[in-house]
């Protein structure tokens, strides 16, 4: 479980803010990604993310985490779309964006997202992407991929529980690490 230094990076947080690799220290981040059009994964990977938020502000430590989601489609999810739909699910959910091809790119590969948006000749935009979470230390280092639970009938999800108990399991190897 070695982090990982993450590169430059320039991101636009949905309240117009700017995130970079130099903004993340201080803080831990647990990052989801997809778009505010998803029909279903999206939404319901924002739900377990809440209901984990509400289950880890039970304990005592290791609070000092920051979710987000990064959309993979910035062509319709505007800053104003994200600073809309976020609230949804989580008032402390903030929503990021890439404002060039490149800064996307960066930032995407950083991570391990995978992704596509295209557009049919009828203009219809179809959206694929992976399902993973990403906890980026408070070094601002990525610390760990968090992948989903696969259901008997193969559905991917993030159970909340389970998502406790990987993210308190590497906060307490961190710290036993600085010790």
């Avoid at 690799?21 to 990977?45: A, K, N, R």
């Avoid at 060039?100 to 930032?107: I, K, L, P, T």
């Avoid at 995978?114 to 280092?141: C, R, W, Y």
């Amino acid at each position: 479980m070695p982090a990982h230094p993450l590169p430059e990076f320039t991101l636009q947080k949905h309240d117009g803010s700017v995130i970079t690799s130099q903004t993340l220290p201080g803080s831990w981040h647990l990052v989801s990604y997809g778009f505010t059009h998803c029909p279903d994964i999206c939404p319901t990977t924002l739900v377990e993310m809440a209901q984990f938020k509400r289950a880890l502000n039970q304990h005592t430590r290791y609070r000092d985490l920051d979710l987000h989601f990064y959309t993979v489609d910035p062509g319709r999810d505007s800053l104003n779309q994200l600073a809309e739909y976020l609230p949804w699910f989580h008032e402390q959910i903030s929503g990021w964006r890439a404002d060039s091809d490149r800064q996307a790119r960066a930032f995407e590969s950083a991570l391990g997202i995978h992704a596509s948006v295209t557009q049919d000749a009828q203009g219809a935009v179809q959206v694929t992407h992976g399902l993973k979470l990403f906890l980026i230390n408070d070094q601002g280092e990525l610390q760990a991929v968090l992948d989903p639970t696969r259901t008997l009938t193969g559905r991917l999800h993030f159970e909340p529980d389970r998502l406790l108990q990987d993210y308190l399991t590497v906060r307490r190897w961190v710290n036993a690490r600085q010790l």
